[in-house]
């Protein structure tokens, strides 16, 4: 009963890499143009996907939940932080794929991946607890990801304010000044909005099937490195929350589920769209998106499970 919702939603988004996959086997698009669709994902899309998920009543209570999980999720992460360069020193990766490392064990597919198989699992309530936690990522994607990203391309960086002013970051103020004011769009506007945002996982996914089409299978397969990173990712991160998120409130309710689900996620797909748009380790962030991907389909149902216990 709990495996099924969750391997039928990753199943279903993993078919969405295909098209890429046949478009650049077939050449039917370009280098330039799969950038041009990069670059309509992190300018456009993505922007209006957040604003659009913010779209929440305020209510006290969910500034109380809010706060919860914006806590935990920050200790989550300052310790994956905190493993991250040592982890990706052990396996010998260049200073370069180091950064992108520290990227990819930070932050999981949340959005893609992660809302439509908390629904799947918990309802539509979830929901609403799932998109905090993409809310957190996104501020701390489009933050310090962006930086960790443009080090990982080589870029000699002065971490300035311009450095933090992109799409992505004004998508997630304007979210959130709508929500703290209790502003909901009308129709007209915030229906567009929902639209163009919903475009960003058809088309993510697209970016990553046309850089899977140029890689080979022993590309793919063969890469010790990468098979470490899914270690990281999908079973030692997801443990690492299941154990404060135990010590911190002490059962599972839906909150605390939603969080150790959304840590047990594989590689977000920004790893690979931003690398690709800042002429970084592209080849390394696909190889590691897709087989993340396809483990989780085992290592998700086995944490879902176990909360069930």
């Known amino acids: 009963m709990v495996v099924w919702p969750i391997l039928s939603s990753l199943i279903m988004i993993f078919i969405l890499i ?107 309530d979830a929901v609403f607890y799932a998109a905090i936690v993409e809310l957190i990522n996104d501020i701390l994607i489009f933050t310090v990801g962006i930086l960790l990203i443009q080090l990982s391309a080589g870029a000699n960086l002065k971490v300035g304010f311009k450095q933090f002013i992109n799409p992505g970051l004004i998508g997630v103020i304007i979210g959130l000044v709508l929500f703290l004011l209790n502003i909901q769009l009308p129709n007209l506007i915030g229906g567009s909005i929902e639209m163009i945002g919903n475009a960003t996982t058809p088309l993510t996914m697209f970016c990553i099937g046309f850089q899977i089409g140029g890689l080979k299978f022993k590309e793919i397969a ?5 098979y470490a990173i899914c270690f990281v990712k999908l079973l030692i991160v997801p443990v690492l929350t299941l154990l404060v998120v135990k010590l911190w409130a002490g059962d599972f309710s839906m909150l605390e589920k939603v969080l150790i689900i959304g840590f047990a996620m594989p590689v977000g797909a920004v790893a690979s769209i931003f690398s690709q748009q800042y002429k970084g380790e592209a080849a390394f962030a696909t190889k590691s998106v897709l087989l993340s991907t396809v483990l989780s389909l085992i290592t998700i149902p086995i944490f879902a499970i176990i909360m069930e216990l």
């Open 222 to 226: 063969g890469d010790v490195q990468v």
């Open 18 to 124: 295909v098209p890429g996959v046949f478009f650049k086997k077939k050449n039917i698009l370009t280098e330039d143009q799969n950038g041009a669709i990069n670059s309509i994902v992190v300018n456009l899309t993505w922007p209006c996907l957040v604003i659009d998920a913010m779209q929440m009543k305020f209510s006290l209570q969910v500034l109380k939940d809010s706060a919860y999980i914006l806590g935990v999720c920050l200790l989550i992460l300052a310790i994956i932080f905190a493993i991250s360069f040592p982890v990706a020193k052990l396996i010998k990766l260049p200073k370069t794929k180091q950064y992108l490392t520290v990227f990819m064990l930070l932050f999981g597919n949340t959005g893609f991946i992660g809302i439509p198989v908390i629904k799947a699992l918990y309802g539509t």
